[in-house]
């Protein structure tokens, strides 16, 4: 079946801008065009959908819910809950505070900490159209284990024991917004996907430009030595690169896609996308608000060695 997006993309590049189809240009900016109209749409649309359905989860509700006494589940649940929200580490952050604040298992907490950059709607969207449903289906399931994971251990490590003593746990609940119709939902729904679209999209363009220039400029040659340098280590290594760039998986994904079809293997690529997203010094920084040094760098040190895990792992599949 024909993309029509993909035809008027070759329409626009190749004769209305007049550039040569086979070119580096040609090539790169195709590439550009096409992804950055496809994801932002993408992005919109899924972010509405969700957005209307969270309208029936209030945040008393989410609290009582996760915090089921069954071992395990609630931080499963915390994942999952991460999965569907919307936010980068940084934005998570503020969410997460509210969760110890409220008396919820600092455990629970950690583990939508954890899932809540890795994994959410417009990574889905983006993942299933540069990947298919296929690799997007294994990271949702292996970045949400992730989570539940991290969560588990950080409550076999007493967590709540590291936490900075000023963190108020009687902070009063806001009073929470009741949707009486369809219409308000959907108003809502439009409303965060314009928001999170707003702060988005420079992001998403900027990645798609860094993947175009790598799809269209950078020979395959130099891909194919840095993999034969790095071997078995491409996967800490990449990790180690991602740590001190502050971004969203938006933003790095079409990256993380130009480097896939450069020849890197899809764990080496996605690695180096989860650490920018999970990972990052301003999320460090506001941390340490709330926690102490130790548990920081628990945190941060559990986090990596489960990113390289992933990568392993998608390596060999």
């Excluded at 992730?146 to 609940?173: C, H, R, V, W």
């Excluded at 130099?222 to 290594?237: A, M, N, R, W, Y």
Aim: glycine share 8%; proline share 4%.
């Amino acid at each position: 079946m024909t993309d029509p997006l993909k035809l008027f993309s070759e329409w626009f590049i190749f004769n209305f801008l007049n550039i040569a189809k086979d070119s580096q240009l040609g090539i790169a900016t195709e590439f550009f065009l096409y992804d950055s109209i496809k994801i932002i749409t993408l992005l919109f649309v899924m972010i509405f959908i969700v957005g209307i359905i969270r309208t029936y989860f209030s945040p008393k509700m989410m609290k009582n819910f996760l915090s089921i006494k069954i071992p395990g589940l609630s931080n499963l649940l915390a994942s999952i809950f991460g999965a569907i929200t919307p936010f980068c580490s940084c934005s998570s952050i503020p969410i997460f505070i509210g969760f110890i604040e409220s008396g919820l298992s600092p455990g629970v907490a950690f583990s939508f900490l954890a899932t809540s950059p890795l994994v959410n709607e417009y990574v889905a969207v983006l993942m299933f159209g540069f990947f298919g449903w296929e690799i997007t289906t294994i990271y949702v399931f292996l970045g949400i284990s992730l989570g539940t994971i991290i969560g588990i251990l950080m409550s076999m490590f007493q967590a709540e024991k590291y936490l900075e003593p000023d963190i108020d746990i009687n902070k009063k609940q806001r009073n929470e917004i009741q949707y009486k119709s369809m219409n308000e939902r959907m108003l809502f729904g439009y409303n965060e996907a314009k928001s999170i679209v707003t702060k988005l999209w420079l992001w998403v363009l900027m990645g798609v430009a860094m993947g175009a220039i790598i799809h269209g400029f950078i020979p395959d040659d130099f891909i194919d030595f840095v993999l034969q340098t790095s071997g078995i280590f491409s996967v800490p290594l990449a990790v180690l690169v991602g740590i001190p760039i502050y971004a969203n998986c938006g933003a790095v994904i079409p990256i993380a896609v130009a480097l896939f079809e450069k020849g890197v293997p899809l764990g080496t690529a996605l690695a180096f996308m989860m650490a920018t997203a999970a990972l990052s010094l301003p999320e460090a920084i506001i941390l340490r608000r709330v926690m102490k040094l130790k548990l920081l760098a628990l945190f941060f040190a559990i986090v990596v060695i489960g990113i390289m895990i992933i990568g392993y792992i998608l390596n060999l599949l």
